[in-house]
């Protein structure tokens, strides 16, 4: 489940360090008042998504059990960021950008719920504190990783951020 939450970190936080990629405005031509309208929509739907798939999350969970909810939230997770990494347009990379806030959102709740069902009590504490440590590992590889990127000078260095949480 550290996987899961980790991947929640990673997906919330990448985007941070892909709008500060030179090639990643080059490529969807990012400049001028136009490409702060398309950067705050890149952000605001992520949280949209979250939203939409924080309450289907219920319906998963309580219909089938809380595992293939885990596993919705990561099909939508890898499906968004593989897609995200091969976006051809602004809009495509849009619509991909909220569902990998569904997946995301997801798994933020689907992970902690499972665990703390099925844990032992005198260790579901600790087990449930370490999703809290695995979100923040996840942040710290994305950080890391753009900052690698963005050294790299090449039109589609932002593309393997993007997509590395598939190999997460």
Not at 83 to 96: E, R, T
């Amino acid at each position: 489940m550290g996987f899961s939450s980790m991947c929640y970190g990673y997906s919330a936080s990448i985007i941070a360090t892909t709008l500060a990629q030179p090639s990643f405005n080059t490529y969807f031509d990012l400049a001028g008042p136009s490409g702060t309208n398309l950067i705050a929509t890149m952000n605001g739907v992520f949280q949209a998504g979250g939203f939409i798939g924080v309450i289907t999350l219920a319906y998963f969970s309580d219909r089938w059990g809380r595992k293939v909810g885990i596993a919705v939230s990561a099909g939508f997770t890898l499906f968004s960021a593989a897609l995200m990494a091969g976006s051809v347009n602004v809009g495509m990379f849009i619509v991909f950008r909220f569902f990998s806030g569904a997946g995301a959102f997801m798994s933020l709740s689907a992970a902690p719920t499972w665990m703390s069902e099925v844990a032992p009590p005198a260790n579901r504490g600790l087990l449930v504190d370490l999703h809290g440590v695995a979100l923040l590992t996840g942040y710290v590889i994305a950080m890391w990783t753009g900052y690698g990127f963005f050294y790299w000078d090449n039109i589609n260095a932002w593309r393997i951020p993007m997509g590395q949480l598939t190999l997460l």
